[in-house]
C-alpha cells in the first residue's frame, strides 16, 4: 500500500505533483536514485530520472547510502546538510537510495517539456460583483 506525492519538474523549469496510490505506486518500489523509468506512470510520455525524496518525518534520502534504511552518516557536505563551516561534520539520520514503502514525497526530472495546465478562472469574483450590483438597484 504505498502512497507517494511525485514532484516532476522539466527542462524549462516548470514543475507539476501528482499523488500515486496503491498499484498506480508499484512500478516506482524498488528504484534507486539516478535511474529512469518511464513517464506513463504519472500520465506523461517520456522519461522520468530520480533525483531524490524523503520520508513520512521528512528524512531525505541520499544517493551515496545503499539500501532502503535510515542510518546516521557523518557528513562534511551534501544533500540534508545546511550552515556546515569549514571542517565541521555532523552525524545526521538520512535514508538509503531505494525507493519503499516508507518513502512519502519522490523529486523527477522529465525529459520532455510539462503540458501547460491552465488555472481555472475563478467565478466567485465575478458573481460577487454582480450581487453587489443587484442589491444596488
Known amino acids: 500500500m ?4 511525485i514532484t516532476i519538474s522539466d527542462t524549462k523549469g ?6 500515486l496510490k496503491d498499484s498506480d505506486a508499484n512500478p516506482l518500489l524498488g528504484l534507486e536514485l539516478g535511474q529512469e523509468t518511464d513517464a506513463s506512470v504519472v500520465g506523461l510520455n517520456g522519461k522520468l530520472k530520480l ?5 513520512k518525518s521528512g528524512v531525505p534520502m541520499r544517493n551515496d547510502i545503499h539500501g532502503a534504511a535510515r542510518k546516521y552518516v557523518l557528513l562534511s557536505k ?3 546538510l545546511q ?8 552525524r545526521k539520520l538520512m535514508r538509503g537510495n531505494t525507493v519503499s514503502e516508507e518513502i512519502y514525497q519522490i523529486n523527477c526530472k522529465f525529459d520532455g517539456e510539462l503540458p501547460v495546465e491552465e488555472a481555472p478562472a475563478e467565478d466567485a469574483p ?7 450590483e443587484d442589491k444596488k438597484e
Open 83 to 90: 550552515d556546515a563551516e569549514k571542517g565541521q561534520r555532523v
Open 126 to 132: 465575478e458573481s460577487a460583483e454582480e450581487k453587489s
Open 14 to 19: 516548470k514543475s507539476m505533483s501528482k499523488e
Open 78 to 80: 551534501g544533500v540534508g
Open 51 to 55: 533525483t531524490g525524496g524523503s520520508d
Open 2 to 5: 504505498a502512497n507517494f506525492k
